[in-house]
């Protein structure tokens, strides 16, 4: 499951790097290649609460199979294209590899023992931080000296294919336990919602932010929305369950995934970006290749990123998860404070790079165990789909932020971002990380085992009868008063 979780990670930031490449070799410019991220995430946003809820409804196995076999047609089809049209095509497909994360969460609830499955949950879900970090590498490593970029897709290819065999042979079949249909008329105004608001914040640089068309996408994606949760309040089945976005617990983890969606991108654009800055020309940067900028100063943090997500799990076991969000984040302020600090010297960028991928694979482990200690096991799979939207969704607003940032503030007649300009941008991954930390406090609570010792992930019954029943809600999977409810 982690090496099929780390597809996931690998093929959303695989081309992030290449991009300009992509654009050179196909003769297309700048806003046709920006499609290839664009189509990517807005496949990835409308496609996974859809497939968790199969996955939760018709057996885990079988959909994410399927996932990982559309997965490997789109890489194919990339590997083989020659025009801008088709590979934005295969990102589409590739783009549902975001459901594989929330499906393998759900995959873990139900095969392993509840001792077992906080520390399984934190290797599982670190390894999308440091996947991320190891797809800028390869790239790097792939295209460098304008190499050709179809080396990319012909590597997420046989991925996939390993991952798809590893699964087949791993996943046990098991029975479908949940009850109920797809509600496609839900799952058809989610993905119009989430496209009129993503869609402004991927393309805002070249429309104009202040653009009618930029303001009315995203004010009518913020309409619909508004309607389909409307609509999923009243409707008997819902694809998504109101109380999995409106409890506290529950919504405190959807918005603290956003912040680290953002802490991810701006630490991987950011300094990405900074480091193949020549100092001769900005005063700042080191001139690094893209081959230099993954090797030198982006592998270490993947590395780090690596030997946090295996200690994720025994800190969860010992610390719980709340406490260990809350650590992470300090290291993640550290990180992009030093970056904003000190950035004169290699070993600076390094060491700041270092603090921020242990805290994102940190906080990615500890972000499913506080969910699934508040929701049906039954939910598992769209719960943690939200989840996923709500990072990718941070992500997309973080790559529009920097994108902004750095094409507005330049050097006097020249394009070359200013020093300041990634200061502000550093400082914006500051506060989300710190606003991550500090979101667990006001909608998470410390309780007592019959141990003794303190875990926020644990809530005793009268408080998932008390969510239950927050506005109203309620539903086929609301715990009753007064009725015991395992969690892990």
């Known amino acids: 499951m982690c090496f099929v979780v780390m597809i996931v990670a690998v093929l959303q930031t695989l081309v992030v790097p290449i991009v300009g490449t992509i654009g050179a070799q196909l003769g297309v410019g700048p806003a046709a290649v ?5 189509a990517n995430l807005l496949a990835a946003a409308t496609a996974t609460p859809v497939l968790g809820r199969l996955a939760d409804l018709r057996g885990k196995r079988p959909v994410l199979l399927g996932v990982l076999a559309v997965v490997l ?6 590997a083989l294209s020659t025009s801008v049209g088709v590979l934005i095509f295969a990102r589409v497909l590739q783009g549902v590899s975001f459901a594989l994360f929330p499906i ?4 873990l609830r139900d095969e392993l023992p509840s001792a077992k ?15 991320g970090c190891f797809g800028i590498v390869l790239a790097g490593v792939l295209v460098s000296g304008g190499a050709d970029f179809h080396r990319v897709f012909w590597l997420s290819a046989a991925i996939t294919a390993v991952g798809l065999v590893l699964a087949w042979f791993a996943i046990p079949r098991r029975p479908r336990r949940g009850a109920g249909s797809i509600d496609w008329i839900g799952a058809l105004a989610l993905a119009l919602g989430l496209v009129l608001v993503l869609l402004p914040l991927s393309e805002g640089g070249s429309w104009g932010w202040l653009s009618p068309v930029t303001i009315g996408s995203g004010l009518a994606g913020i309409l619909v929305l508004i309607g389909w949760f409307r609509y999923e309040r009243k409707t008997t089945d819902p694809l998504v369950a109101p109380r999995l976005l409106t409890s506290p617990p529950v919504l405190v983890t959807h ?6 969606g953002m802490s991810l991108f701006v630490m991987f654009l950011g300094s990405s970006y900074f480091v193949q800055t020549p100092r001769e020309l900005a005063g700042y940067g080191f001139g690094a290749t893209v081959l230099e900028a993954a090797v030198v100063y982006l592998l270490p943090g993947a590395v780090s990123g690596v030997i946090a997500s295996i200690l994720s799990g025994r800190l969860i076991h010992r610390f719980g998860s709340r406490m260990v969000l809350i650590s992470a984040s300090v290291l993640g302020v550290a990180g992009f404070t030093l970056f904003i600090a000190a950035h004169d010297r290699t070993w600076e960028v390094i060491t700041a790079i270092l603090l921020v991928n242990t805290y994102i694979s940190l906080a990615y482990a500890a972000l499913p165990s506080l969910l699934v200690a508040e929701v049906p096991q039954e939910d598992t799979g769209v719960a943690n789909s939200i989840n996923s939207i709500a990072r990718s969704v941070g992500s997309s607003f973080a790559s529009a932020m920097l ?4 094409a507005g503030i330049t050097l006097p007649g020249t394009d070359i971002p200013t020093e300041f300009a990634y200061v502000i941008a550093f400082g914006v991954g500051a506060a989300a990380a710190a606003l991550a930390g500090l979101l667990p406090l006001f909608g998470t609570r410390l309780i007592r085992t019959p141990s003794g010792e303190e875990e926020d992930e644990v809530h005793a019954t009268a408080l998932a009868a008390e969510w239950g029943t927050v506005g109203g809600l309620g539903g086929a999977n609301t715990t009753p008063a007064g009725e015991q409810r395992t969690t892990p």
């Open 34 to 38: 920006g499609w290839l991220l664009t």
């Open 73 to 78: 047609v789109g890489s194919v089809i990339g």
């Open 104 to 107: 393998s969460i759900a995959v």
């Open 117 to 131: 499955l906080p520390g399984s949950m934190g290797i599982l879900s670190g390894t999308l931080g440091f996947g």
């Open 255 to 260: 918005l603290a995934a956003l912040f680290v």
């Open 403 to 406: 994108a902004t940032l750095l």
